[in-house]
């Protein structure tokens, strides 16, 4: 190893620009590959991550560390915005829902309304992470649940990690309802590397994914490509912006006209 690269690596201040780099460049990096790329031990690098969540630089997650800003508002203040777009991007959402097949809820506030208006005795099988979706349709004798557990998170109120994509892994559904924390005209954005990668099990397991997310969400930015417009079959929204062109659009008719 070169002594610029030992003073990169044994010096504190040096490694944590590095990790900072990476952070600001890839929205995320794994603790894993820090150990690799830095050539210091496992704790060398969970003290680094330490320190800079510490100091308001990124945010530690489970197995790495994504940018301060990538957590997204609480459930309870998303169900707030937007309230009556999401209703009525539900309400469009659903006509996509075939009769004896299975479907595959993401965690969202909008895939929490289409789950309140799933038809009745449809024959439907449901797929989900979602608690809150969980809760809406365990109640309902027509409808048969499959709830995906895991590591809670308080603040998707969903289920993640390594649990909920082994439990994911083996089975198929007919109809994907993908929630995104943002959008864009090269794909759909996540805000944490565990929502992104369960997510694109979702993806995996569906013939067919129909994205829904309000036109916010072209405002909004969040640090982990999910996927691009080619995984799904079409949006449902209120809005896009001007020239927009990822992929079929179909927009939800607006309350009151």
């Avoid at 957590?71 to 959402?93: E, L, M, V």
């Amino acid at each position: 190893m070169s002594s610029e690269g030992i003073l990169r690596y044994t010096s504190a201040p040096h490694r944590r620009e590095a990790i900072l780099r990476r952070v600001e460049l890839d929205g995320y990096v794994a603790a894993a590959d820090l150990v690799t790329d830095l050539g210091v031990s496992p704790n060398t690098v969970r003290r680094d991550l330490r320190r800079l969540a510490e100091d308001g630089l990124i945010r530690a997650v489970r197995g790495g560390a994504t940018g301060a800003d990538a957590t997204a508002p609480p459930f309870a203040d998303r169900s707030a915005q937007a309230a009556a777009a999401k209703r009525a991007i539900a309400a469009a959402a659903v006509e996509h829902v075939e009769p004896g097949t299975a479907v595959a809820l993401d965690s969202g506030t909008t895939t929490l309304e289409i789950a309140k208006l799933l038809p009745a005795d449809a024959g439907l099988t449901v797929i989900t992470h979602s608690l809150p979706a969980i809760a809406v349709l365990a109640p309902r004798p027509d409808i048969t649940l499959i709830g995906i557990g895991g590591q809670y998170g308080r603040d998707t109120r969903s289920f993640g990690g390594p649990e909920t994509l082994a439990a994911l892994e083996h089975l198929s559904v007919r109809t994907l309802f993908l929630a995104a924390t943002a959008l864009d005209g090269s794909g759909v954005y996540g805000a944490t590397p565990y929502e992104a990668e369960t997510k694109r099990r979702l993806i995996s397991i569906a013939r067919r994914t129909v994205v829904v997310g309000d036109a916010r969400k072209f405002a909004l930015s969040a640090p982990i490509r999910v996927c691009g417009w080619e995984a799904a079959e079409r949006l449902v929204t209120d809005g896009v912006p001007a020239g927009f062109a990822g992929v079929r659009v179909q927009l939800a008719p607006q309350a009151g006209l």
